[in-house]
């Protein structure tokens, strides 16, 4: 039996990715909803809601989705601290899946640079670059935060660390420092890179997202995995079962 999806967002450029796939990831678009439809309309009938929608439209869908108790799967970015809380009241109480970026490549990319930060150390200078296309709504993108999140917990530090763009900075680069700088332009999919820099030596970490497809597989993946999961707030890495990895 097809998962049966709401898929809030449904008019926007994931929202049409994500109708194209879930036929061949076994699941149907019960409810397709975008701004000025009402998700309540479709919330008893579906397995799971899908959001990739916008920032405002996400915390009336998790209350939604905690009334009827329905998993979410979150794709939208740049929710305010208040915004992001109440979505979260509704972990006690269902599944959320919510990931900056539901590709399989990415998510290994987290991965592998907090192997990096914790084998590398301070020593290494770190800057994360995204570029995205030109109607991109916020920067950084949720992608990149998530990476200097994971360069930050690695090395213990917190957004004291963090420089954002560098724009009229003087006197060289402070030590430990983190950066993160945001590109726009033109149709990119979403390209991050991490670069660990030392005197005499440079690794880079980076993935290139094509095609918007790669996002779509990732959060219909996530929504059949949320249906069968207990409440709690969880990542691509459960349901990609990283933890597995020794
Ligand atoms: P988009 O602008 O093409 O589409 C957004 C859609 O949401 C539009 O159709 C818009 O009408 C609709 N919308 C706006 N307000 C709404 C409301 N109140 N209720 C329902 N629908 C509403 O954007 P996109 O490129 O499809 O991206 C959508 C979101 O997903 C963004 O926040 C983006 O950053 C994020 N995103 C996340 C991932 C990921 O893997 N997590 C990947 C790509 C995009």
Not at 8 to 34: L, P, Q, Y
Request: aromatic residues 6%; contains cysteine; hydrophobic residues 40%.
């Amino acid at each position: 039996m097809a998962t049966k999806i709401l898929l809030n967002g449904c008019k926007g450029r994931m929202g049409v990715a994500i109708s194209s796939a879930a036929a061949e990831s076994g699941c149907e678009i019960f409810g397709a909803c975008d701004a000025g439809d009402n998700p309540a309309d479709f919330i008893s009938g579906c397995d799971v809601a899908i959001d990739f929608s916008f920032r405002e439209a996400t915390p009336v869908l998790a209350d939604l989705c905690g009334r009827y108790g329905k998993p979410l799967v979150i794709g939208t970015t740049g929710h305010t601290p208040e915004q992001r809380a109440r979505i979260l009241k509704n972990a006690e109480k269902i599944a959320i899946v919510w990931a900056g970026n539901y590709s399989v490549g990415v998510n290994l990319l987290n991965y592998l640079t907090s192997v990096a930060a914790k084998i590398l150390g301070e020593s290494y200078d770190v800057e994360i670059v995204e570029m995205h296309h030109r109607h991109k709504k916020d920067a950084p993108s949720g992608t990149a935060e998530k990476l200097k999140q994971i360069v930050c917990e690695a090395r213990g530090v917190g957004e004291e660390s963090v420089c954002y763009g560098r724009h009229g900075q003087v006197g060289g680069r402070p030590a430990g420092e983190i950066g993160v700088h945001a590109l726009r332009g033109g149709s990119v999919v979403g390209d991050h890179t991490v670069i660990f820099a030392a005197d005499g030596e440079r690794l880079e970490l980076a993935h290139k997202a094509a095609d918007r497809k790669i996002f779509a597989f990732g959060a219909l993946r996530a929504a059949k995995w949320a249906v069968s999961a207990a409440p709690g707030l969880y990542g691509m890495e459960d349901v990609l079962n990283f933890s597995q990895i020794k």
